[in-house]
């Protein structure tokens, strides 16, 4: 669940008076399975990981607007575990919480969470998908490309990363996977590329209970300097499942069917967001779910886009998974013929929020580099050259090269 993530986007929830009911107890009519013990542990550890990861991302950018998928950076990271071997592996399986699973039960359980929340709900679409591109004229273990294509459904495919149109080419299926809400993942391959592992995820739903458009008026939203900025602001008073605690108020603003939903969380008067992020842990989410009452209520919320980019090496080798980014990384997995480690991982996602519902979608992208055995040098950009000789030192020539023509 990504809900937790517009903390700072609810302009105010006003508890009315009316009649209160258990919503840990209302029966949803979701012809969906109930999740199988696996998947419940692999939801526990995705949103274990994603809530340590969202509290760092907001500590090192404070008062910044912040937006992640944890499951679009869980899956991806999921498919690059599938390479790793010795302790690479196992820094990868502490920090995405895996212990005590095999790669084979990490694998089916990604493939049957993924088909039970693309099905969970008809009036919502939300979408996932995954691909690996690899560099033309590099070999990769069949075993660790047939797992890609069986649990996660990837399209696998080699492309020649010295021409400029393979950038558009990955490029255009991050585009088509988002629905053109993620156009750009990739800007450049470096010449030791030799691997991408994606991930992409697309929501698109109306509100259960939709807000009038002709309700929403000109509004002011607080910033965390207590400066203030004109905004569009929604309103609406209907029954929702709600919840307060001595640091915020809550709401629940299902979509669709109700199987899926964004819970607001509102820091009281006295308190912030910054007081929040610690509470914000696998063991308070649940129980925090537990505790809603569905309530008449009055809300004011602010119509809202945004983009939102971030790299997340330095975030994940604080988290301990360090050793993947380093020369000293095993994937040989992936291929036992070159030496890999991972040399970022890009995540970008964008949401729009209005009166109908919520758009948002989410890419990540891990990308695979060779270790050099030395220094490298590409002349791929402007450089300056001399002739001499080596007896006197004597200037023969000088150039700048920008053009290099034949």
């Not at 404070?62 to 999921?78: C, E, H, Q, T, Y």
Request: glycine fraction near 6%; aromatic fraction near 12%; proline fraction near 4%.
């Amino acid at each position: 669940m990504t809900s937790f993530t517009r903390t700072a986007c609810a302009a105010l929830l006003v508890l009315a008076a009316g009649c209160s009911r258990d919503f840990s107890t209302v029966t949803l009519e979701i012809p969906a399975r109930e999740p199988s013990a696996l998947e419940k542990r692999m939801v526990e550890s995705s949103n274990t990981f994603g809530f340590d990861l969202f509290r760092r991302i907001a500590g090192a950018e404070p008062d910044k607007n912040i937006f992640i998928s944890p499951l679009s950076v869980s899956a991806a990271l999921g498919m690059a575990y599938n390479g790793a071997a010795s302790t690479t592996a196992d820094a990868m399986r502490q920090v995405l919480g895996y212990q005590g699973m095999t790669t084979d039960e990490i694998n089916r359980t990604y493939r049957s969470l993924f088909g039970l929340l693309t099905s969970l709900d008809s009036r919502v679409r939300f979408e996932i998908a995954n691909s690996a591109w690899y560099k033309q004229g590099y070999t990769l273990n069949e075993s660790f490309l047939d797992a890609l294509r069986t649990w996660f459904d990837a399209e696998i495919r080699d492309l020649d990363f010295s021409d400029p149109a393979s950038i558009g080419i990955i490029n255009g299926w991050v585009s088509e996977k988002t629905n053109g809400k993620i156009d750009e993942i990739i800007d450049q391959i470096h010449p030791l590329t030799v691997l991408f592992l994606i991930n992409a995820l697309y929501f698109d739903a109306d509100w259960t209970t939709r807000f009038d458009a002709d309700d929403t008026f000109d509004g002011e939203f607080v910033r965390p300097d207590g400066s203030r900025r004109s905004c569009r602001m929604m309103q609406m008073t209907a029954e929702f499942p709600y919840f307060e605690n001595e640091y915020f108020q809550s709401i629940s603003l299902p979509y669709g069917s109700e199987a899926f939903t964004m819970s607001v969380f509102l820091p009281k008067q006295g308190k912030s967001v910054a007081d929040m992020l610690p509470l914000f842990t696998g063991e308070n989410w649940t129980a925090w779910m537990g505790g809603y009452l569905v309530q008449e209520t009055a809300l004011l919320f602010p119509k809202f886009s945004m983009e939102y980019e971030i790299e997340l090496k330095d975030i994940l080798t604080a988290m301990g998974m360090g050793i993947a980014f380093s020369g000293g990384a095993d994937f040989s997995n992936i291929s036992a013929l070159y030496d890999l480690y991972i040399s970022r991982v890009k995540h970008k996602t964008f949401i729009e929020v209005d009166e109908e519902g919520t758009e948002a979608a989410a890419v990540t992208v891990v990308e695979f580099r060779e270790t050099s055995v030395g220094p490298a040098i590409y002349l791929t950009r402007p450089f300056i050259f001399v002739i001499h000789d080596h007896h006197t030192n004597t200037l023969l020539f000088m150039g700048i090269q920008t053009d290099p023509e034949v």
